[in-house]
């Protein structure tokens, strides 16, 4: 088989960026216009109540057997991986009935007046789940045979069908606004199943006649037709039953047993890896602490809050990870390695760690400032009103730090820990992650909402604890000092503290008077403080420029 797994995955990976990005823009866009003309209540009913509804069904039903499935094709025959496969379906029906009772009758909802939307919602929510793990079976094969454009396609008219639907039903009439979430979810998934179902019919009705080199198509470029044929003699369907379960001889030939034990393994670790993905949106739902407003204006903020984490520190911790990977050998202690790739991971390291932990201080410093400002440009003059937006973006700001530092030491830990060590790390995040779940549902009775955010603050700082511990404890014996580059600068420092003051001066006296004044001053202060960060770290900038020109004048010569 000729197809490129690597460039699949690479390829998969930067469409996959690019759709995070338009799908957090639409995302934010459709919640500012929400938030405007619904109101909060019903943007934390969508985007906790339902939406968790929808990632535990889903998880729970489709995760394991994807899982379970992926990679197989080539150990199993295809009718037992179409039959285990399908058997997400009824799993979703009976998780869907059970999970539904319980959204229905056990956690509170306290709006009588959007009770039977609400009721409504729920049960289509359950209903698209259900309808797309109809498809599970053909994302499954487009994925093994790497039809990656295809995936994205989707994804992004599935973005798109389901705004449109939502937003013209609201325009129509605000008050059906859990009507209109629930129809753009059922109708959006309805378009995905159709379009996997009418594009593996025209590919396995045309593939014979491309062999025989008699495809000709009018709407489908030749460089798209070559690219989806070429190479795909392994694709051995040749009708749409071929996607469906299948009864062949006897009944324990129906699944295979090893089939089933890599899906019941894969369900185990689900259950705990939704716990905790999804642990602040559960003790929202199970706290009566928290209203939906509240939990509306939290989905909010952290969303706003996290553009820094998804758009800047991720990137930047999956390439250190791969880099330290490269130049770190697991087994091997410090002293029996090549020292001059360690002399240099550990310069990587001190380098990414001042860069990281500068970002975090600026956002932290003027988040102080400019949290009301982002937040009146976003959500308007109701959405600031009751104070509790500001308080909880200005939080954020603090966990934005502890999540750059956290993110790079962790990163380093996870690329140069032993397999021992790696195992006993896991244990101890479970610790960490049922401990951040206990004080997330404590803490809430005392600060509210802030609470989440105050027992991730928490959370994160024992991690890096942690982290810092493992690396100075690889390095004692040694002279390096990986992790020096915490220590930004005292001229930077400085510099911050002044600009954090003058801002804070201005959010008083300006703000109130002309936004934009308020702006300008923030522009000018964030100059100055760069500035001062690059007269201190001018080493790095020109080592930096070095290499970009250098890599430029390569690229160019081949």
């Not at 938030?35 to 990632?55: A, W």
């Not at 991730?456 to 004692?476: L, P, T």
């Not at 690059?534 to 080592?543: T, Y």
Request: glycine letters at 6%; one cysteine or more; charged letters at 15%.
């Amino acid at each position: 088989m000729g197809r490129n797994l690597l460039m699949s995955s690479l390829e998969n990976a930067s469409f996959n960026i690019i759709l995070q990005i338009l799908f957090r823009c639409i995302t934010f866009v459709t919640n500012a216009w929400v938030i405007r003309n619904v109101g909060h209540e019903v943007l934390g009913i969508m985007n906790v109540r339902l939406l968790l509804l929808e990632s535990t069904i889903l998880f729970l039903s489709r995760e394991p057997f994807h899982r379970a499935c992926l990679g197989q094709k080539d150990e199993f025959s295809w009718s037992h991986i179409m039959n285990q496969i399908w058997l997400s379906v009824p799993i979703s029906c009976v998780l869907s009935i059970g999970f539904v009772y319980i959204w229905v009758n056990i956690l509170p909802l306290g709006h009588p007046e959007y009770a039977s939307q609400y009721v409504f919602g729920c049960w289509s929510v359950a209903f698209s789940c259900i309808l797309e793990l109809c498809s599970a079976n053909m994302a499954l094969v487009a994925q093994l045979y790497c039809f990656v454009k295809l995936k994205v396609i989707l994804d992004s008219v599935h973005i798109l069908v389901r705004t449109l639907l939502f937003v013209s039903i609201i325009v129509y009439d605000r008050s059906m606004a859990l009507i209109a979430f629930s129809v753009a979810q059922v109708g959006s998934i309805g378009v995905i199943v159709l379009s996997y179902y009418v594009f593996f019919y025209w590919y396995i009705r045309n593939k014979p006649l491309y062999a025989k080199g008699a495809l000709k198509s009018k709407l489908v470029p030749d460089k798209v037709v070559n690219r989806l044929f070429d190479n795909m003699d392994d694709f051995t369907f040749t009708s749409l039953k071929d996607f469906f379960p299948k009864y062949e001889g006897p009944l324990n030939s129906l699944l295979n047993r090893k089939l089933n034990t890599l899906t019941i393994s894969f369900a185990k670790q689900g259950v705990v890896k939704q716990l905790l993905t999804e642990g602040e949106k559960y003790v929202m739902s199970v706290s009566p602490v928290m209203t939906f407003k509240e939990q509306a204006t939290y989905d909010v903020v952290n969303n706003l809050g996290s553009l820094a984490a998804r758009f800047i520190f991720r990137p930047i911790e999956d390439s250190s990870y791969f880099y330290f990977t490269q130049m770190v050998k697991r087994e091997l202690p410090i002293h029996k390695q090549d020292q001059y790739k360690i002399q240099e991971s550990c310069t990587v390291l001190s380098q990414v760690c001042k860069i990281v932990s500068s970002i975090g201080l600026l956002v932290l410093v003027f988040g102080q400032s400019y949290s009301k400002t982002l937040l009146l440009l976003y959500g308007g003059e109701a959405f600031v009103e009751s104070g509790l937006p500001v308080q909880l973006l200005k939080s954020h700001c603090l966990a934005i730090v502890l999540l750059a530092v956290n993110g790079i030491t962790e990163c380093y830990c996870f690329a140069t820990m032993t397999s021992a060590q790696l195992n006993s790390y896991n244990y101890l995040m479970v610790f960490f992650s049922i401990t951040f779940l206990v004080l997330s549902y404590a803490l809430t009775y005392f600060f509210g909402p802030v609470g989440f955010i105050v027992s991730n603050c928490i959370n994160m700082f024992a991690r890096i604890v942690h982290s810092i511990h493992f690396i100075n404890d690889k390095y004692k014996d040694t002279g390096y000092k990986p992790l020096k580059g915490l220590y930004v600068g005292k001229y930077f420092l400085l510099t911050l503290c002044i600009a954090g003051s003058v801002c804070k001066v201005s959010e008083y006296r300006i703000l109130s008077h002309s936004m934009l004044t308020h702006i300008a001053v923030g522009v000018i202060c964030f100059s100055l403080v760069l500035l001062s960060w690059g007269f201190e770290n001018k080493d790095l900038i020109v080592k930096s420029y070095t290499k970009f020109r250098n890599k430029e004048s390569k690229t160019s010569m081949d």
